[in-house]
């Protein structure tokens, strides 16, 4: 009997041997990144198994990993080749491409040395990159990035070292790079090229999607910041219930290019400005980190700042300030925050007749601008502009919420920030649901010209230019016939305008 048992006890140890190496995350390479407080209710299933199990863990080394300067975006440190070289990145949520400087340059401290990381991979293709106000140019290569206020990951991602740029870079902003978060279809040179979280997805187990919490002003009353003068915290992978209050709003995401949203309602101070629900969408509205106002088409920002103007008629404000040209200043601690008015945008929720609310305070929409400001005064600048790309949901937007952009379920969610500035009298909220009918008619449509259309129109240019050039065409045959007829000889006068005849 001493042989099968020990058989028995030999087989006993290796079935547990086997099933303690399945358990995910029980060795050293288990990730540490996971869904803290999944995007789906428990009731709903459909997660992949082999994510499950990373979920009890906490994001407490993501918090607090963003900086930046107010009006110059926020950003995060990234590891990037081998051995790593430590960049600030600025995250936007309104590009595809991961970029960074690559050369020197007056306003980087540092830069990306190519040469000097051992994992670096030239892709041997050349990108521009245009934006509304600067543009850059570079080198299309691959190499090994990392967070290291992140997940605990590294991947092979694709990266465009810098050469060249033009009014890209901010002096003083502190970051060398940009972080583009948004899809594939945007991405330059074109969308083969895959973007960052696209990469990240594909070779880790991190979940697909991640939230933001931009805090502005609000960051210096919890944190030290050092340079810095706002902070907030991006979690890859997950959300975090400790960065927001109530519930949590979802919207459906249109369409996978930008992350493109459908508005249905605009009001000020509760007034609807009552315009056709196109309006505000025309030709698309997104939400994005890297620019910082509410930008709104021509018509909607004209009907906003002629409702702001006159909610917050007890002050006279020079015009200038309306258009972003000049600066309001007053005694330090004595902004009359309540004179002006709150800005509520409906957007349509994920049942598609319903919509919610975010009311946004003028503790975000007016931006401070610490490098005039003195010790006796605070000044701000009016941060709603007009656009001629569509509705733009920048960062003072996103300051007052915690946003949730969750591609896995193609949706954006937004619920109160625990760090957003306030007053006794008003708080930023999201509240709903309102009812409505067909919302997403409110959506822009690019008109559609169909083939029969295009034909008709090609036929009726073909027949006005027949038109044109059949009188032109009569007076040189005519013209060589003359020739023929009476040629050239002595004595045989030539007049330019019996050409004509």
């Not at 691959?142 to 290291?148: F, G, H, N, Q, Y």
């Amino acid at each position: 009997m001493e042989p099968a048992a020990h058989a028995l006890l030999l087989f006993c140890w290796t079935v547990l041997a086997v099933l303690a190496a399945s358990v995910p995350g029980s060795g050293a390479g288990g990730l540490r990144v996971a869904l803290l407080h999944p995007a789906r209710r428990p009731s709903q299933q459909g997660a992949p198994r082999r994510r499950r199990a990373a979920r009890s863990v906490t994001f407490v080394d993501m918090i607090d990993n963003l900086r930046g300067k107010s009006g110059q975006g926020y950003y995060v440190e990234m590891a990037v080749g081998t051995p790593p070289q430590k960049l600030n990145i600025l995250v936007d949520t309104g590009s595809s491409n991961f970029a960074v400087g690559a050369a020197a340059h007056p306003f980087l401290r540092r830069y990306y040395h190519r040469s000097l990381s051992m994992s670096y991979r030239d892709l041997g293709r050349s990108v521009y990159v245009p934006y509304t106000q600067g543009r850059w140019e570079g080198e299309l290569g691959t190499d090994l990035v990392s967070v290291p206020h992140g997940p605990n990951v590294s991947l092979r991602a694709n990266i465009a070292a810098i050469t060249q740029s033009d009014r890209f870079f901010i002096n003083g902003s502190n970051w060398e790079g940009i972080l583009g978060l948004a899809y594939a279809e945007i991405a330059r040179p074109d969308e083969t090229l895959e973007p960052f979280f696209d990469s990240l997805v594909r070779q880790t187990n991190v979940p697909n999607l991640f939230s933001l919490q931009l805090c502005g002003a609000g960051f210096t009353q919890n944190y030290s910041l050092g340079s810095a003068t706002v902070g907030g915290s991006m979690i890859i992978g997950g959300i975090d219930p400790s960065l927001y209050v109530g519930e949590v709003w979802y919207t459906p995401i249109r369409r996978e290019w930008y992350y493109e949203v459908i508005i249905v309602r605009i009001e000020v101070n509760g007034q609807d400005l009552n315009m056709d629900c196109k309006e505000y969408n025309y030709d698309k509205s997104i939400v994005d980190s890297g620019t910082t106002n509410l930008r709104l088409p021509r018509k909607v920002f004209q009907a906003a700042v002629k409702a702001i103007e006159a909610a917050s008629s007890t002050e006279q404000f020079p015009s200038g300030f309306w258009l972003g040209e000049q600066l309001v200043c007053w005694q330090a601690g004595t902004t009359p925050w309540h004179i002006f008015p709150v800005i509520s945008l409906y957007l349509m929720s994920e049942n598609r007749n319903q919509s919610f609310r975010i009311s946004i305070l003028p503790q975000q929409y007016l931006r401070p601008v610490e490098d005039v400001a003195s010790a006796q005064e605070d000044c701000y600048k009016f941060a709603v502009s007009q656009s001629s790309t569509g509705t733009v949901m920048g960062a003072v937007i996103m300051e007052g919420f915690y946003v949730v952009f969750d591609r896995e379920r193609k949706r954006i969610g937004f619920a109160v920030s625990t760090c957003h500035v306030h007053d006794e009298f008003r708080t930023a909220s999201v509240e709903g649901p309102f009812h409505g009918v067909e919302l997403e008619d409110c959506g822009y449509n690019i008109p559609q010209t169909d083939e029969s259309t295009l034909m008709t129109i090609a036929y009726i240019m073909a027949g006005i230019c027949a038109l044109f050039m059949l009188p032109l065409c009569l007076m040189v045959c005519q013209w060589r016939f003359a020739r023929c007829l009476h040629p050239l000889g002595a004595g045989n006068f030539a007049d330019d305008i019996s050409l004509l005849k």
